[in-house]
């Protein structure tokens, strides 16, 4: 929720407290994935979204509440009979929604997740969305076994993790300590989610329910080939979200001047390249790659490359002659069957375009699909739930 961050940061370093809503957990065909938010500020201005239009207006009410009373809720929408068109998902799914005041107390916590993202880094928030009595005693208990007297004190503690060092706790080392790990874990694989301990980190399941919001690094776009597809390509890499690298041998193409939206444009041999990125570690599993070269003398070393390791989506532009030629190409390299079937070749889903701009629909239509475990057909043509779990 990037923006959704920088509008909490800037409202609370001016001293102005607002109500933050986070969806925490989702079921079935909910709208929007965990850590999905909505700002709502003292002046009523609205920022963000959590299901993209059912429950906003209540949500609204329950913000504007919370800010006044400052006691954090954590309330339930989904759907029945009755309530369909009222205040429920009309899509079918169900959705937990954690709602807390953050107030300029909250900026040593803030701030530290604002300098990770200004030089790149990861940071994971771990805030308590929910505390009940647990299942004993035990899982309860603070100094000397014995029972906190009033769980919910513990609502809207939050612990934040940087590369560097981690801000604020949730009340007890031990469990600082197992939600480090465990937020840690959900940070490196580009996920948040809903952790459940004991009082002092048992992971027993009871007690208490963490929210872990994930600010991962941008995932990658690396694009070969500094054509006009090329560029309609970087376009839309960067409104996915993507931090889109071009590179080309050709210096006379790769300029800077020609790709003003990628975040970065790289003159080197493609297979030079991306086999720098992959020992430096800049390169990982969420990294998509788009080759549109269509030149076999840097196709096909880079594609060898490439399909040898897990990267999100492979996708090469050409013909179906020289898709042809490349995989004959690409099995006397040695790739596997199980290789050569992770490449998308010919690039994208057939929209029936024919400019750059369409040309780049249908590849990011391509490699959502892939991302998404979707089928690429019409909506209409299909049964089941419009919306995957993530």
């Known amino acids: 929720m990037p923006d959704v961050f920088d509008e909490v940061h800037r409202r609370c370093r001016d001293g102005e407290p607002v109500a933050l809503a986070t969806v925490v957990a989702t079921w079935h065909s909910a709208p929007r994935p965990p850590g999905a938010a909505m700002m709502v500020a003292a002046d009523g201005t609205v920022t963000g979204s959590v299901s993209g239009g059912c429950v906003e207006a209540d949500l609204y009410e329950r913000a504007r509440r919370v800010l006044d009373t400052d006691r954090p809720e954590l309330c339930r929408y989904g759907i029945t009979d009755d309530d369909a068109y009222t ?72 612990l934040v993790l940087t590369g560097r060092r981690a801000v604020g706790s949730l009340g007890d080392d031990r469990l600082d300590d197992a939600a ?15 952790l459940r301990y004991g009082y002092h980190g048992q992971r027993r399941g009871g007690g208490l329910g963490l929210f872990v919001t994930a600010y991962a690094t941008p995932p990658r776009m690396i694009v070969f080939g500094a054509i006009d597809f090329a560029a309609a390509v970087a376009r839309i890499g960067g409104f996915l979200g993507y931090r889109v690298t071009v590179c080309d041998a050709r210096p006379v193409f790769a300029t800077a ?53 897990p990267l999100a989506y492979v996708g090469a532009m050409g013909s179906r002659r020289t898709h042809d030629e490349r995989h004959k190409l690409l099995r006397e390299a040695g790739l596997s069957a199980a290789q050569l079937a992770r490449l998308a070749s010919p690039i994208g889903l057939d929209l029936g375009g024919r400019t750059p701009e369409e040309t780049a629909v249908s590849v990011a239509a391509q490699i959502v699909a892939a991302r998404w475990g979707g089928t690429g057909r019409p909506l209409a043509a299909l049964d089941g739930p419009i919306h995957r779990p993530g």
Do not use: I, M
């Open 180 to 194: 480090t790990a465990d937020a840690l874990g959900l940070l490196a694989a580009g996920r948040s989610g809903l």
């Open 87 to 158: 205040v429920g998902l009309t899509c079918g799914g169900t959705l937990d929604v954690f709602v807390e005041r953050v107030g300029p107390g909250a900026l040593p916590e803030l701030d530290a997740v604002a300098a990770a993202r200004r030089e790149g880094q990861p940071a994971a928030v771990v805030t308590c969305v929910s505390a009940d009595a647990g299942d004993s005693p035990a899982d309860l208990g603070e100094a000397g076994g014995n029972p906190p007297s009033d769980p919910a004190r513990r609502l809207g503690r939050r």
């Open 257 to 309: 001047r020609r790709f003003p939206e990628a975040d970065e444009v790289v003159v080197r041999w493609p297979h030079r390249y991306l086999r720098t990125e992959l020992d430096a570690g800049r390169v990982d599993e969420r990294t998509v790659v788009c080759v549109l070269t269509h030149d076999p003398r840097f196709d096909v070393p880079l594609l060898e490359l490439a399909l040898r390791h």
